[in-house]
């Protein structure tokens, strides 16, 4: 297996709710990461987790909370978005650092 | 610190003719370069990369960079422009103090006419 996957493909949620994007990987990566892109522009780091440990939060506003539950799987839990954070949302992997990334397909977040 | 620019945000060529994406980067090690491809609503695909092995790199769908130490540069190309190459190219250079962290260009968007 040597993909990454996203789930949901799509979201829409309203500024109250409570969502999760998920991503999982079975490729032994012990690195994963979490990427928001707006239209137009290059992907922008948010998190990264190493070894199942936040090892960079990249002055991310507490609104996105992330998780990695196991090296396998990575959760982003989002509460009380506001509509500027509508984005795509990538989720990625690595080996240790130099050997590149592999990106999930995103999430399509839109805040109404 | 390292960073990564690209030269050019807009490149249209003739399909059948060769492309050229051109980066330039800037780093105070040896550093890791990559090519990543983006096609519309779709997450960013790995063309190929260099790690200090080869200097001329061979990828996928016919996609070759060769690193230049003295230009600092790591150019994309492909002899023959094909309609599907139509894209959102970044070149991205790895931090190599070991944080995991990616440096990534402002990108550069493909065009292919037919």
């Known amino acids: 297996d040597t993909e990454v996957t996203q789930t949901p493909k799509h979201l829409v949620m309203g500024m109250t709710n409570k969502k999760s994007l998920k991503c999982e990987q079975h490729m032994g990566h012990r690195a994963m990461y979490w990427y928001k892109q707006k239209a137009k522009k290059p992907p922008e780091l948010m998190f990264v987790y190493s070894y199942e440990k936040l090892s960079i939060n990249e002055s991310v506003p507490s609104r996105f909370s992330p998780e990695c539950p196991n090296s396998s799987l990575l959760n982003l839990h989002l509460h009380a978005l506001q509509p500027e954070d509508s984005a795509l949302y990538l989720c990625?992997?690595?080996?240790?650092?130099?050997?590149?990334?592999?990106f999930g397909s995103g999430t399509r977040l839109t805040v109404v | 610190a390292q960073s990564v620019t690209q030269l050019d945000s807009h490149v249209s060529v003739s399909e059948g003719t060769p492309v050229l994406l051109r980066c330039n980067y800037s780093s105070s090690y040896s550093p890791s370069l990559f090519w990543y491809v983006q096609h519309p609503n779709k997450g960013l695909q790995l063309l190929l990369k260099?790690?200090?092995?080869?200097?001329l790199v061979k990828g996928i769908n016919g996609f070759e960079a060769e690193f230049k130490k003295s230009e600092t540069s790591f150019h994309l190309t492909k002899p023959s422009a094909h309609m599907s190459d139509a894209a959102e190219y970044f070149c991205?250079?790895?931090?190599?103090?070991?944080?995991?962290?990616?440096?990534f260009g402002t990108g550069t968007r493909l065009k292919v006419l037919a």
């Open positions: 991205v250079v790895s931090d190599p103090s070991g944080t995991y962290k990616y440096i």
């Open positions: 990625a992997s690595s080996p240790p650092a130099g050997f590149g990334y592999t």
């Open positions: 260099y790690t200090s092995a080869a200097t």
